[in-house]
Antibody, heavy 118, light 108 residues
Framework: EVQLVESGGGLVQPGGSLRLSCAASGFILSEHYMDWVRQAPGKGLEWVGRTRNRAQNYITEYAASVNGRFTVSRDDSKSSLYLQMNSLKIEDTAIYYC?????????WGQGTLVTVSS | DIQMTQSPSVLSASVGDTVTITCRASQPINDFLAWHQQKPGKAPKFLIHRAIFLKTGVPPRFSGSASGTEFTLTISSLQPDDFATYYCQHYDGSSPYTFGQGTKLEIK
């Protein structure tokens, strides 16, 4: 069974940094695309970033709103996906979800809350 | 960037009704269109990929269709568990992999 468990969320001041983790099980991480998606309070879903699979050289892609501040990475040996968030802004406050794409079929984690506030 | 325009924003219906939600892409997306369902306070759930294919375990009362850059999600014989918010998403090809604005399906 595919399982994704996010962690690392919390309260951080504007300008600060935070690293989120997504522990994956039930599949081989290196074979699949992985996304981060976020949802601000009371708002819709926003795609944040992607790391493609090993076959596609782990190419990363980002939304314009986070490009240059956020970095998606993975450690296949630990079956883990990461989101390094730097220069955080108040508008980055959201629940952050990781998503795995397996043969174009997605599965979601349960999310972790990030609050950026002074 | 590809824009995804979803309508309506809110849809009121009764148990047993059939409803349709529409999503339009601003340019061709080769049917790389997914539908997701989200209930209040919960993580989204994946329903449909490649515009028309149900994820294993999704009830067959859910169906998707595609015509060019217009996509629809149809839910037949609405059940109480179906009242939720639905999002379309363009998910492959060229980033950003944009979501539609969402459609809240509420009980009439």
């Amino acid at each position: 069974e595919v399982q994704l468990v996010e962690s690392g969320g919390g309260l951080v001041q504007p300008g600060g940094s935070l690293r989120l983790s997504c522990a994956a099980s039930g599949f081989i991480l290196s074979e699949h695309y992985m996304d981060w998606v976020r949802q601000a309070p009371g708002k819709g879903l926003e795609w944040v970033g992607r790391t493609r699979n090993r076959a596609q050289n782990y190419i990363t892609e980002y939304a314009a709103s986070v490009n240059g501040r956020f970095t998606v990475s993975r450690d296949d040996s630990k079956s883990s996906l990461y989101l390094q968030m730097n220069s955080l802004k108040i508008e980055d406050t959201a629940i952050y979800y990781c998503v795995v794409w397996m043969s174009m079929v997605g599965s979601w984690g349960q999310g972790t809350l990030v609050t950026v506030s002074s | 960037d590809i824009q995804m325009t979803q309508s309506p924003s809110v849809l009121s219906a009764s148990v047993g009704d059939t409803v349709t939600i529409t999503c339009r892409a601003s340019q061709p997306i080769n049917d790389f269109l997914a539908w997701h369902q989200q209930k209040p306070g919960k993580a989204p759930k994946f329903l449909i990929h490649r515009a028309i294919f149900l994820k294993t375990g999704v009830p067959p009362r859910f169906s998707g269709s595609a015509s060019g850059t217009e996509f629809t999600l149809t839910i037949s014989s609405l059940q109480p568990d179906d009242f939720a918010t639905y999002y379309c998403q363009h998910y492959d090809g060229s980033s950003p992999y944009t979501f539609g604005q969402g459609t809240k399906l509420e009980i009439k």
